[in-house]
């Protein structure tokens, strides 16, 4: 099967830093990945669509210049989480697209302090 | 609109006991659909996937799926449940407009006791 490293998966950061969050498809190319979040003991709510070589289309209510998606590879895509605050701590998981089946990420703990 | 929803919250069986996950969408169209499991702290591991061919679909784990039109269900079932079943499961759909987007159900966490 398809495999998505997702790194680091987990992370301690101050507030007011920045968080970078990597996601790779380690077989496959994805020309599109997917970023989520995940509250406690809550469903998966998608922040954004990342497309290889173009701009990520983010969610109603997403903020753009808080969580920075690059996907500059078709293995590679990378959510930056700046000025990080608590209320930003959460659970992220990636995604990459082969279809028909999407493979995800072991998910990222960020804990902002 | 597009919706999966997911009855029960929790679900709570015995070892051995039938295992059923209930999920219904909505859809004009049937969409490809999806149930994945999730363990603590972990990322999403698919279980089976409804792409149109078979409506019963068979998965890891013992796991299998029917899909069902009429009803616009597709629930997850399990014959004999084990302890190591003890997860949250997520039924998905695909959004319409292509790739991958997935649409989630908020989750059912089934717990399975001695």
């Known amino acids: 099967g398809a495999v998505v490293s997702q790194h680091p998966s987990w992370v301690i950061c101050k507030s007011g830093t920045s968080v970078k969050i990597e996601c790779r498809s380690l077989?496959?190319?994805?020309?599109?990945m997917f970023w989520y979040r995940q509250f406690p003991k809550q469903s998966l709510m998608l922040m954004a669509t990342?497309?290889?070589?173009?701009?990520?289309?983010?969610e109603q209510g997403v903020e753009k210049d808080k969580f920075l998606i690059n996907h500059a590879s078709l293995t590679l895509s990378t959510l930056t989480v700046t000025s990080a605050h608590p209320e930003d701590s959460s659970f992220y998981i990636c995604?990459?697209?082969?279809?028909?089946?999407?493979?995800f990420g072991q998910g990222t703990r960020l804990t902002v302090v | 609109a597009q919706s999966v929803t997911q009855l029960g919250s929790h679900v709570s069986v015995s070892e051995g006991a039938l295992v059923l996950l209930r999920c219904n969408y909505s859809?004009?169209?049937?969409?490809?659909l999806f149930w994945y499991v999730q363990y603590p702290n972990q990322g999403l591991q698919l279980l089976l996937k409804y792409t149109s061919a078979a409506t019963l679909v068979k998965g890891i784990n013992g796991f299998e799926a029917e899909f069902k039109k009429s009803e616009t269900s597709f629930h997850l079932t399990k014959p004999s449940a084990h302890m190591s079943d003890a997860a949250e499961y997520f039924c998905?759909?695909?959004?319409?407009?292509?790739?991958?987007?997935?649409?989630f159900g908020a989750g059912t966490r089934l717990a399975v006791h001695p």
């Open positions: 995604s990459a697209s082969r279809l028909p089946e999407a493979f």
């Open positions: 998905a759909r695909r959004a319409d407009g292509g790739y991958n987007k997935l649409i």
């Open positions: 077989d496959f190319q994805a020309t599109t």
């Open positions: 990342s497309n290889e070589g173009s701009k990520a289309t983010y």
């Open positions: 859809s004009s169209v049937p969409p490809y």
